[in-house]
């Protein structure tokens, strides 16, 4: 008899269908894992249990009961706490006022801070951390965040816990902590649903795996009846490697080098190189300075030390502009919010880095703006209505490939990528991992910012692994392998292949 | 035209659209004045004031900012001009020998063409002067646009005092017949049936458009509408184009606080309290969004006929002054919500769509 | 260098508007010594009230992330409705209706701005004109003149009593302290408190964490519509009249009070007593530019230019944090 069931969940976003028909049928006092990759519905599926969003249709029991949640009150009150992948806490209060913040203690309106500073003691302390309940979250780095949202779900209670991806920003000790707490609920008889997508977390922990892919209800499986790569096939469905072969690119000249790079408190000593040619990833957990040090590169950030070179010329790169002139292209992780711009069409999109290259007299050429809208169009089969069409309604993979077209219309040699496929179906994942590989035969230098360590895996020529803002790791193709890639990201090892060029 | 088609969004021009209704319901239905030309012409001389500072005001809000200061400024910039006449004619009225007298019986005394031309251009400057305080208030301090330009609201209003003593001045004083007629003509001249200043309008308009159409300047400031992030990422000028979209809208105001003196002929520091409402109400009645990221110079253009038509129109059809402040505050919030209601309409068509998806998915297969 | 300014900006913040007070009294005094007086002091203090008590609700709504631009009007259509009703009603009746008038207003901007999903500060800005239009519309533009000689009660808010010798306007001071300690209770000690706090620290975590994001905001506006009418009630009281055109502009003053007092225009974080310091100290500017002969046109200018440098002091903080990242 399952404890909590949804059936039949439905969830439309404008221009797409997010989930449809997800059955999850949990029973009590289980760890059941919810797996599927990026864009499969996973944190969807979440948000509407948790009443964060409506669903569109199905209907939700829990006990045999049916019940309607309709509000983050009302899922709190029938026994649902969620830990969301966003950190939701606010930095302006304390780290007590965060945790019990929809139960403060108090008669009348009034907040007993003696009392809440209290509970909020005795929690720290039944996990051992080192935080005060008056700290202020402002003040505190990124895994205590993530330690206090911990925190905030259990304070409810609950009776089911939902935990998205809590391991992001964790780092070893952290996660074993983790580990021991959701043993602990699981001896408590709490029921936990837990995503993620690190396939190792879930053998680890699971008792039965639901796998979601595309918003679709896959199947679910005790942990016994799997191995990993069962349970890969059931995430990808069509195996990756069949839409996209990976292919060795000879290697060319050195394109970027980095020495020394560093900032305090944020990273340090970050030395590497890209030549032409290779595709090589970074790899590294939520927080440990890799968004912090492609950023400086590209003069989006100040660094206090080291050096840039560019082609062999060490180059002074204070802002995008300057990158843009020395070859840099630059496509950030936030599509939506920093990537795209939203209300402009398609073709005022993709010349904006080089508006003064194409302008006559100061007056931007439409000509030559439909001319390279076409080229780009031809090269990388994009799909829209026509060229005045607002890029806000293009699907996922067609808005990434025209920020990636904006890259390389500026005539860059290096491209930076973070997080390339978040948030895009798998078709337009393929094309996209395709189009970064001809690029590389082409004679790019690309380096891929990526969580998903299976991405790394198959577009990869060669690694690098960051651990709180060093380079830990820079492994070659052949050696790779997720446990080699997690124990660097976690400080738990170092690893230089023999013969990469750092 | 086809190519015309393919261009312009026919869509997007609602408030177009509305006011050609507006005026044929006001035409079919008799309403009292509206089918008298002179009527037309006083909407068009009242629009040219906001549709000038309109094409700047549309610039700005594109880029996500916002100028409360701009009615001040037009009344402290309008003092400037008369006092500035003044300051070049030859001597002070009262110290006059000989005083002429024109036929119409007003007193007048020496100013070269030399001041007028000064007069024009100190003053235009001080516009640009103005906007790029505001700007760099903007860019260089962080200061939000909407709090930064409430204080240079009190400011220049208060210059406005200062520079004019508090005292109300005409123009007709200063000058001779001839420079007379050119002011005459700056403010209520008809050109082809049309206010002078109505022209003036539509110049602005077809600069600001090309601006924001065909220049890197509008489209930086598009861009920094859409997203300061991804603009930095883009390699744009974002503190530059902040100012310079101020400044910009400085010297609109400018040239509507010049044309706006000349129209009325004098000038005092109280003048203009609240303009900034009307252009506000405008541009976002054009369908600009206080969100940033668009804009449209022929429908701020077409919403400041409307708004004029309005305002023309209340008092003719016997609605007096004080409910008319009620109602225009009504337009402001249902200019500021249309833009949400639309997106309510529209994500729920949306979702309408793909449930008929679904369901016709879901009977094809069994 | 860093570490210096980081503790210059944290002594800023904790005394930087005690140190402009400090300034600003020694400044008039030399100007004009009259100001010092123990009489005229003591009037300043009682005077704060009228821009003390909506700076207080203005704290609220700017540590909500919100703002207010309608508080002028509010005041405006306030007197109307006291001076209006006082005659036909009595003080207790009128004083209850005004503030019950104050709070709709609110409510109304608060409605505006979770219903209609405006930003407030446009939102309050449009209903701005709403209710200086009612106002205008309800007296038909004329004043509404209380007689003093049939309403001696009318006075009560601005009492002037003799204490040891020197007259005070003891009831304007006593709701000043008591509005300003209520505020602070408030603020610091109740859930409303930390509700406004979070729900300007970030208010999609607010929502999120299950706080009713929209009542929370309409109750901060309807908090600072009620100080609105509050400060209405002194000034009414003081001019025996109401008028539409009352407080054109007063919104300047209030917002002035709340950034000068050091609340943080990011939201999530306000400053009672700073507020109540920086209206002191505006009331004071006021009460030395008029010793001085200056009229009111002047001494908005005055804290126009006030506005804008305690606004380049607040921008220039952040860019020396910015500056460190």
Same mark, same amino acid.
């Given at each position: 008899?399952?404890?909590?069931?949804?059936?039949?969940?439905?969830?439309?976003?404008?221009?797409? +269908?997010?989930?449809?028909?997800?059955?999850?049928?949990?029973?009590?006092?289980?760890?059941?894992?919810?797996?599927?990759?990026?864009?499969?519905?996973? #944190?969807?599926?979440?948000?509407?249990?948790?009443?964060?969003?409506?669903?569109?249709?199905?209907?939700?029991?829990?006990?045999?009961?049916?019940?309607?949640?309709?509000?983050?009150?009302?899922?709190?009150?029938?026994?649902?706490?969620?830990?969301?992948?966003?950190?939701?806490?606010?930095?302006?209060?304390?780290?007590?006022?965060?945790?019990?913040?929809?139960?403060?203690?108090?008669?009348?309106?009034?907040?007993?801070?003696?009392?809440?500073?209290?509970?909020?003691?005795?929690?720290?302390?039944?996990?051992?951390?080192?935080?005060?309940?008056?700290?202020?979250?402002?003040?505190?780095?990124?895994? /205590?965040?993530?330690?206090?949202?911990?925190?905030?779900?259990?304070?409810?209670?609950?009776?089911?816990?939902?935990?998205?991806?809590?391991?992001?920003?964790?780092?070893?000790?952290?996660?074993?902590?983790?580990?021991?707490?959701?043993?602990?609920?699981?001896?408590?008889?709490?029921?936990?649903?837990?995503?993620?997508?690190?396939?190792?977390?879930?053998?680890?922990?699971?008792? +039965?795996?639901?796998?979601?892919?595309?918003?679709?209800?896959?199947?679910?499986?005790?942990?016994?009846?799997?191995?990993?790569?069962?349970?890969?096939?059931?995430?990808?469905?069509?195996?990756?490697? /069949?839409?996209?072969?990976?292919?060795?690119?000879?290697?060319?000249?050195?394109?970027?080098?980095?020495?020394?790079?560093?900032?305090?408190?944020?990273?340090?000593?970050?030395?590497?190189?890209?030549?032409?040619?290779?595709?090589?990833?970074?790899?590294?957990?939520?927080?440990?300075?890799?968004?912090?040090?492609?950023?400086?590169?590209?003069?989006?950030?100040?660094?206090?030390?080291?050096?840039?070179?560019?082609?062999?010329?060490?180059?002074?790169?204070? +802002?995008?502009?300057?990158?843009?002139?020395?070859?840099?292209?630059?496509?950030?992780?936030?599509?939506?919010?920093?990537?795209?711009?939203?209300?402009?069409?398609?073709?005022?999109?993709?010349?904006?880095?080089?508006?003064?290259?194409?302008?006559?007299?100061?007056?931007?050429?439409?000509?030559?703006?439909?001319?390279?809208?076409?080229?780009?169009?031809?090269?990388?089969?994009?799909?829209?209505?026509?060229?005045?069409?607002?890029?806000?309604?293009?699907?996922?993979?067609?808005?990434?490939?025209?920020?990636?077209?904006?890259?390389?219309?500026?005539?860059?040699?290096?491209?930076?990528?973070?997080?390339?496929?978040?948030?895009?179906?798998?078709?337009?994942?393929?094309?996209?991992?395709?189009?970064?590989?001809?690029?590389?035969?082409?004679?790019?230098?690309?380096?891929?910012?990526? #969580?998903?360590?299976?991405?790394?895996?198959?577009?990869?020529?060669?690694?690098?692994?960051?651990? /709180?803002? +060093?380079?830990?790791?820079?492994?070659?193709?052949?050696?790779?392998?997720?446990?080699?890639?997690?124990?660097?990201?976690?400080?738990?090892?170092?690893?230089?292949?023999?013969?990469?060029?750092? | 035209?086809?190519?015309?088609?393919?261009?312009?969004?026919?869509?997007?021009?609602?408030?177009?659209?509305?006011?050609?209704?507006?005026?044929?319901?006001?035409?079919?239905?008799?309403?009292?004045?509206?089918?008298?030309?002179?009527?037309?012409?006083?909407?068009?001389?009242?629009?040219?004031?906001?549709?000038?500072?309109?094409?700047?005001?549309?610039?700005?809000?594109?880029?996500?900012?916002?100028?409360?200061?701009?009615?001040?400024?037009?009344?402290?910039?309008?003092?400037?001009?008369?006092?500035?006449?003044?300051?070049?004619?030859?001597?002070?009225?009262?110290?006059?020998?000989?005083?002429?007298?024109?036929?119409?019986?007003?007193?007048?005394?020496?100013?070269?063409?030399?001041?007028?031309?000064?007069?024009?251009?100190?003053?235009?400057?001080?516009?640009?002067?103005?906007?790029?305080?505001?700007?760099?208030?903007?860019?260089?301090?962080?200061?939000?646009?909407?709090?930064?330009?409430?204080?240079?609201?009190?400011?220049?209003?208060?210059?406005?005092?200062?520079?004019?003593?508090?005292?109300?001045? &005409?123009?007709?004083?200063?000058?001779?017949?001839?420079?007379?007629?050119?002011?005459?003509?700056?403010?209520?001249?008809?050109?082809?049936?049309?206010?002078?200043?109505?022209? &003036?309008?539509?110049?602005?308009?077809?600069?600001?458009?090309?601006?924001?159409?065909?220049?890197?300047?509008?489209?930086?400031?598009?861009?920094?509408?859409?997203?300061?992030?991804?603009?930095?990422?883009?390699? &744009?000028?974002?503190?530059?184009?902040?100012?310079?979209?101020?400044?910009?809208?400085?010297?609109?105001?400018?040239?509507?606080?010049?044309?706006?003196?000349?129209?009325?002929?004098?000038?005092?520091?109280?003048?203009?309290?609240?303009?900034?409402?009307?252009?506000?109400?405008?541009?976002?009645?054009?369908?600009?969004?206080?969100?940033?990221?668009?804009?449209?110079?022929?429908?701020?253009?077409?919403?400041?006929?409307?708004?004029?038509?309005?305002?023309?129109?209340?008092?003719?059809?016997?609605?007096?002054?004080?409910?008319?402040?009620?109602?225009?505050?009504?337009?402001?919030?249902?200019?500021?919500?249309?833009?949400?209601?639309?997106?309510?309409?529209?994500?729920?068509?949306?979702?309408?769509?793909?449930?008929?998806?679904?369901?016709?998915?879901?009977?094809?297969?069994? | 260098?860093?570490?210096?300014?980081?503790?210059?900006?944290?002594?800023?913040?904790?005394?930087?508007?005690?140190?402009?007070?400090?300034?600003?009294?020694?400044?008039?005094?030399?100007?004009?010594?009259?100001?010092?007086?123990?009489?005229?002091?003591?009037?300043?203090?009682?005077?704060?009230?009228?821009?003390?008590?909506?700076?207080?609700?203005?704290?609220?709504?700017?540590?909500?992330?919100?703002?207010?631009?309608?508080?002028?009007?509010?005041?405006?259509?306030?007197?109307?409705?006291?001076?209006?009703?006082?005659?036909?009603?009595?003080?207790?009746?009128?004083?209850?209706?005004?503030?019950?008038?104050?709070?709709?207003?609110?409510?109304?901007?608060?409605?505006?701005?979770?219903?209609?999903?405006?930003?407030?500060?446009?939102?309050?800005?449009?209903?701005?004109? $709403?209710?200086?239009?009612?106002?205008? $519309?309800?007296?038909?533009?004329?004043?509404?003149?209380?007689?003093?000689?049939?309403?001696?009660?009318?006075?009560?808010?601005?009492?002037?009593?003799?204490?040891?010798?020197?007259?005070?306007?003891?009831?304007?001071?006593?709701?000043?302290?008591?509005?300003?300690?209520?505020?602070?209770?408030?603020?610091?000690?109740?859930?409303?408190?930390?509700?406004?706090?979070?729900?300007?620290?970030?208010?999609?975590?607010?929502?999120?964490?299950?706080?009713? $994001?929209?009542?929370?905001?309409?109750?901060?506006?309807?908090?600072?519509?009620?100080?609105?009418?509050?400060?209405?009630?002194?000034?009414?009281?003081?001019?025996?009249?109401?008028?539409?055109?009352?407080?054109?502009?007063?919104?300047?003053?209030?917002?002035?009070?709340?950034?000068?007092?050091?609340?943080?225009?990011?939201?999530?974080?306000?400053?009672?007593?700073?507020?109540?310091?920086?209206?002191?100290?505006?009331?004071?500017?006021?009460?030395?530019?008029?010793?001085?002969?200056?009229?009111?046109?002047?001494?908005?200018?005055?804290?126009?230019?006030?506005?804008?440098?305690?606004?380049?002091?607040?921008?220039?903080?952040?860019?020396?944090?910015?500056?460190?990242?």
């Amino acid at each position: 008899m399952a404890w909590i069931e949804a059936r039949k969940i439905c969830k439309i976003f404008p221009g797409v +269908r997010a989930l449809s028909d997800v059955t999850l049928s949990v029973e009590k006092g289980e760890v059941h894992a919810v797996v599927g990759e990026n864009g499969a519905g996973k #944190s969807t599926l979440m948000k509407i249990l948790g009443g964060l969003y409506s669903m569109d249709s199905g209907r939700i029991l829990i006990d045999g009961k049916e019940c309607e949640i309709k509000s983050i009150a009302d899922s709190l009150r029938h026994g649902i706490s969620v830990i969301y992948q966003e950190l939701n806490l606010m930095p302006a209060l304390t780290v007590a006022e965060n945790i019990y913040i929809s139960g403060l203690p108090g008669k009348m309106g009034c907040v007993n801070y003696r009392e809440l500073n209290r509970r909020t003691q005795t929690l720290i302390d039944s996990l051992g951390l080192h935080i005060r309940p008056t700290d202020y979250v402002s003040a505190l780095s990124v895994s /205590q965040r993530q330690m206090v949202e911990i925190l905030k779900a259990l304070s409810h209670n609950s009776e089911i816990i939902i935990m998205d991806e809590p391991t992001a920003a964790l780092n070893n000790q952290e996660v074993e902590t983790l580990y021991g707490i959701i043993r602990r609920l699981r001896a408590d008889g709490k029921t936990i649903i837990y995503i993620s997508h690190r396939l190792r977390e879930v053998f680890d922990l699971s008792d +039965r795996v639901t796998v979601l892919r595309d918003g679709e209800y896959i199947g679910t499986r005790a942990i016994g009846e799997l191995d990993e790569r069962k349970l890969v096939e059931m995430m990808v469905g069509r195996d990756i490697s /069949q839409l996209y072969q990976y292919a060795v690119h000879p290697l060319g000249d050195m394109l970027l080098e980095i020495k020394g790079l560093s900032k305090e408190g944020v990273f340090s000593d970050v030395s590497f190189t890209l030549r032409a040619g290779e595709v090589v990833g970074m790899a590294g957990l939520m927080g440990c300075g890799r968004e912090d040090i492609v950023k400086s590169i590209y003069g989006l950030l100040r660094h206090d030390a080291g050096s840039v070179a560019v082609n062999g010329e060490t180059v002074d790169i204070r +802002r995008p502009t300057d990158a843009i002139k020395q070859g840099i292209g630059f496509v950030t992780e936030d599509r939506k919010d920093a990537g795209i711009f939203a209300l402009m069409t398609v073709r005022e999109n993709i010349t904006l880095n080089i508006l003064r290259v194409i302008s006559k007299f100061r007056l931007i050429s439409a000509a030559k703006e439909r001319e390279l809208l076409d080229t780009y169009t031809k090269r990388m089969n994009m799909r829209y209505a026509n060229e005045v069409q607002r890029i806000m309604n293009l699907s996922g993979g067609n808005q990434q490939k025209f920020v990636l077209a904006r890259a390389l219309a500026s005539g860059c040699k290096v491209l930076i990528l973070c997080e390339p496929t978040r948030g895009i179906d798998v078709g337009a994942k393929a094309e996209i991992y395709q189009l970064l590989s001809s690029l590389s035969e082409q004679g790019y230098a690309i380096l891929v910012i990526s #969580s998903e360590l299976p991405e790394i895996m198959s577009i990869c020529y060669r690694t690098l692994v960051i651990f /709180q803002g +060093r380079v830990t790791g820079n492994i070659l193709r052949d050696e790779m392998d997720e446990n080699l890639i997690m124990r660097c990201a976690t400080g738990g090892a170092t690893h230089f292949s023999e013969g990469a060029m750092l | 035209m086809r190519s015309l088609v393919k261009k312009v969004d026919f869509r997007e021009l609602g408030i177009f659209y509305a006011l050609i209704v507006l005026w044929l319901v006001l035409i079919v239905t008799g309403a009292p004045g509206f089918r008298q030309f002179s009527t037309y012409q006083s909407i068009l001389q009242k629009a040219s004031f906001m549709g000038i500072c309109g094409v700047g005001m549309t610039l700005c809000i594109a880029s996500k900012h916002f100028d409360q200061s701009i009615g001040s400024m037009s009344a402290f910039l309008g003092c400037t001009f008369v006092m500035l006449l003044r300051a070049f004619s030859d001597r002070p009225p009262q110290e006059q020998v000989g005083v002429t007298v024109r036929p119409d019986g007003v007193e007048y005394m020496g100013i070269t063409w030399t001041g007028i031309l000064a007069a024009f251009l100190i003053t235009l400057a001080l516009g640009v002067l103005c906007g790029l305080f505001n700007g760099v208030l903007v860019a260089k301090l962080r200061i939000p646009a909407f709090i930064a330009t409430l204080g240079t609201l009190y400011v220049l209003r208060g210059s406005a005092y200062l520079v004019t003593d508090s005292q109300p001045y &005409v123009i007709n004083q200063q000058i001779t017949e001839k420079q007379y007629a050119l002011f005459k003509y700056l403010g209520t001249g008809v050109i082809l049936g049309l206010p002078f200043s109505f022209w &003036v309008m539509i110049l602005c308009a077809v600069a600001g458009g090309i601006v924001l159409r065909k220049m890197k300047l509008g489209r930086d400031t598009l861009a920094i509408g859409n997203s300061v992030e991804a603009s930095r990422i883009s390699g &744009v000028n974002i503190d530059k184009t902040k100012i310079l979209v101020f400044t910009l809208l400085g010297g609109f105001v400018g040239i509507a606080a010049i044309l706006n003196t000349c129209y009325l002929a004098s000038e005092n520091a109280g003048m203009l309290q609240g303009f900034e409402f009307d252009v506000i109400t405008t541009v976002v009645l054009g369908g600009t969004a206080l969100a940033g990221g668009k804009g449209n110079i022929f429908n701020s253009m077409s919403a400041a006929l409307f708004f004029a038509t309005l305002t023309v129109g209340m008092p003719l059809i016997g609605i007096g002054t004080y409910p008319q402040r009620i109602i225009q505050g009504a337009i402001l919030l249902f200019a500021f919500s249309i833009n949400e209601i639309r997106a309510q309409m529209e994500s729920r068509r949306v979702k309408a769509g793909a449930r008929r998806a679904a369901a016709l998915k879901s009977a094809t297969q069994p | 260098m860093s570490r210096r300014a980081d503790l210059f900006w944290r002594y800023w913040e904790k005394f930087g508007i005690l140190a402009i007070l400090v300034v600003a009294l020694v400044v008039f005094a030399i100007l004009t010594p009259s100001i010092l007086t123990i009489g005229n002091l003591l009037n300043v203090m009682a005077r704060s009230a009228i821009v003390g008590i909506p700076a207080l609700g203005m704290t609220f709504a700017i540590c909500s992330g919100g703002f207010d631009l309608s508080v002028g009007s509010i005041v405006g259509l306030s007197t109307c409705v006291w001076a209006s009703a006082l005659p036909a009603v009595g003080l207790i009746p009128a004083t209850l209706l005004t503030l019950a008038v104050g709070a709709v207003c609110g409510l109304l901007n608060g409605l505006a701005i979770t219903k209609l999903k405006i930003v407030t500060f446009v939102a309050t800005l449009s209903m701005s004109m $709403v209710f200086r239009g009612v106002a205008l $519309v309800y007296t038909d533009g004329a004043k509404q003149m209380i007689n003093r000689s049939e309403h001696p009660e009318a006075k009560f808010f601005s009492q002037s009593v003799n204490v040891f010798g020197q007259p005070v306007q003891l009831t304007q001071m006593l709701m000043l302290v008591a509005v300003f300690a209520a505020g602070y209770l408030l603020y610091r000690y109740t859930r409303f408190g930390v509700y406004t706090r979070s729900v300007g620290s970030h208010e999609v975590s607010a929502r999120t964490s299950g706080i009713r $994001v929209d009542r929370t905001l309409i109750l901060v506006f309807v908090l600072t519509g009620a100080t609105a009418a509050m400060s209405a009630l002194i000034t009414a009281s003081q001019l025996m009249q109401g008028a539409a055109t009352l407080g054109v502009g007063f919104e300047l003053e209030v917002i002035t009070a709340t950034i000068l007092g050091g609340t943080s225009l990011a939201g999530g974080r306000g400053n009672i007593w700073g507020s109540l310091m920086a209206a002191v100290m505006l009331t004071l500017t006021r009460n030395g530019l008029n010793l001085l002969g200056l009229s009111d046109e002047y001494q908005r200018l005055a804290i126009g230019v006030i506005l804008l440098l305690a606004l380049a002091i607040s921008g220039i903080q952040e860019l020396t944090k910015e500056a460190r990242q």
